[in-house]
Nanobody, 122 residues
């Protein structure tokens, strides 16, 4: 019900925009989060946008470089990533929860996208 896309190979300092398209659910009714998991590392919460207030939050590792947003008409959420670093290399996942808070725990999210690979390398 969530389809993540937009990943790819980018050079350090470059940009990408990830998309999270929903089907069968209305994203405006959900808090949306992005997580990522690098090889041999734990899954890491990186951002969220709350369903009613549209307030956003970011992990310190991506703050001021990444922007989460939502397009209600397209029923799609986005993660715009700028100034990418090699340490941003990971599989990125979007997730949705029917609650009005931003949780950093993956177990609080009911719906997950399949993941999209982001590789930052020269």
């Amino acid at each position: 019900q969530l389809q993540a896309s937009g990943g790819g190979l980018v050079q350090p300092g470059g940009s990408l925009r990830l998309s999270c398209a929903a089907s069968g659910l209305t994203l405006a009714s959900y808090t949306i989060a992005w997580f990522r998991q690098a090889p041999e590392k734990e899954r890491e919460w990186i951002s969220c946008i709350i369903r009613t207030s549209s307030r956003t939050d970011y992990a310190d590792s991506v703050k001021a470089r990444f922007t989460i947003s939502r397009d209600r008409a397209k029923n799609t959420a986005y993660l715009s990533m700028n100034s990418l670093k090699p340490e941003d290399t990971a599989v990125y996942y979007c997730a949705a929860a029917a609650r009005g808070i931003c949780s950093r725990y993956g177990s609080d999210y009911r719906y997950w996208g399949q993941g999209t690979q982001v590789t930052v390398s020269s």
